[in-house]
């Protein structure tokens, strides 16, 4: 036994010497509960004539709506481990926090593994933000933008009419692939590849995200390109008898282009947004959904002040845009427009931890649905109005 333990205690600080990869994880997070007050007015009556593209009106309002958001509240695990020439393996598993009613779901959000080199670039594959969503508006407001509703996404990135989602040019793609070039002198390129792990004769829902990105000094400029195959983002959010989703000779061609200028001074951002979004459908009977073109604006500015206090406001105006039905049929988009104004303030507490206050209105054109709220469909034309109080901490 004394043989054993001598043995052990000459064996034990040698292995524990012994050269290993610098693997590093960290885990980190970011939660952001906030008290929202809510109420939503100005819906269009009933009966009253709107754009060939509009939902049926319903006159629905509401007022004094009190409720508890944690927005995407979120805590992750990321880590590397270098492998030798300039090479490395790294990885991110995150999931949202619901702070508000508890629970969450693994890798519910961006989550990934890949490897990067310093000549060559990196590559990851798993299920994260595309490319289009990453690199454009990428002034976050107070920080706490992300799922909540001051973010420009709610008009920047989506068509004014209907709910579903298939619109939208604000993703996460899971089943995805990207390749980030290195950066040269500021510049970097980056490109997304998911397919459709569904495909059929009829039907091939895969995406392409495409972006440059130039980031030096006080300038950031992105140009982003997405395009969504046989989404059918038009046809999922048209009245149904304009819908070519169920038709299997029908076909889709979703794309969004959106540059991104952003100029940082002193403790200031200001931000400014151009998106042109274009539904396109071929194959459709006549009468149908042909194809929906518009574009969108955002600017906004974030300032961090001397002491405590830092403030953000942000402008977003999409236009009605222009609508075609197969075979000539007419088709009008008026009332299809939309703008939202976002105020906010946060008091720094310490360097992770701040108080903040929110305010948001969105004002819907006559046929239009934009929309702000959590878990609640507007109807065309209503206007909401949103104002919350929250704290930050992140770690």
Known sequence: M????????????????????????QIYGRLYPE?????????????????????????????????????????GFRGDEPLGNGVKAFFQIEQRILVDTGGTLL???NTFVGMESDRLGAVKIGGFDTVYKEIGDALSFLGVSSGNFVS????????????????????????????????????QGLVQYS???????????????????????????????????????????????????SDANARSR????????QYRFANHTVEADVAQMKYDER??????????????????????????????????????????LFDGVPCTTGGLDGRQVSLG??????????????????WNGRAAQYNNMDGIDVPPGADPQQIALGITHNF
Not at 198 to 214: D, Q
Not at 254 to 261: H, I, P, Q, S
Not at 307 to 315: H, I, V
């Open 345 to 362: 303030a946060a008091y720094y507490l310490s360097k992770r931890t701040y108080l903040f206050a929110l305010y948001a209105k969105l």
């Open 195 to 245: 397919p459709d792990e569904a495909k059929t004769s009829s039907r091939n829902a895969f995406l392409w995200s495409l972006g440059v990105v130039y980031d030096s000094g006080p300038w950031y400029g992105a140009l982003a390109y997405e395009l969504h195959n046989d989404t059918f983002g038009g046809s999922r959010n048209v009245p149904s008898a304009l819908s070519n989703n």
């Open 254 to 261: 979703d794309t969004g282009l959106r540059a991104t200028f």
């Open 107 to 109: 890798a519910s959000r």
């Open 35 to 75: 008290v929202v007050f809510t109420r939503m007015t100005g819906a269009t009556a009933p009966g009253t004539p709107l754009s060939t593209l509009a939902q049926p009106p319903t006159g629905e309002s509401f007022s004094n709506i009190v409720k508890m958001d944690s927005s995407n509240s979120r805590m």
């Open 152 to 187: 420009n996404s709610n008009i920047l990135s989506k068509q004014g009419f209907g709910n579903n989602s298939a619109g939208s040019f604000h993703l996460r793609r899971i089943n995805s692939i990207r390749y980030e070039s290195p950066v040269y002198d500021g510049l």
């Open 283 to 324: 194959g459709g009977k006549p009468g149908r959904f042909e194809n929906y073109h518009h574009v969108a604006l955002a600017v906004g500015v974030d300032s961090k002040w001397s002491g405590p206090w830092r403030t953000a406001a942000a402008f977003d105006y999409a236009t009605a845009g222009t609508c075609r």
């Open 2 to 25: 004394q043989r054993i333990t001598r043995a052990l205690a000459v064996a034990v600080p040698v292995v524990l010497s012994l050269p290993v990869a610098a693997q590093t994880v």
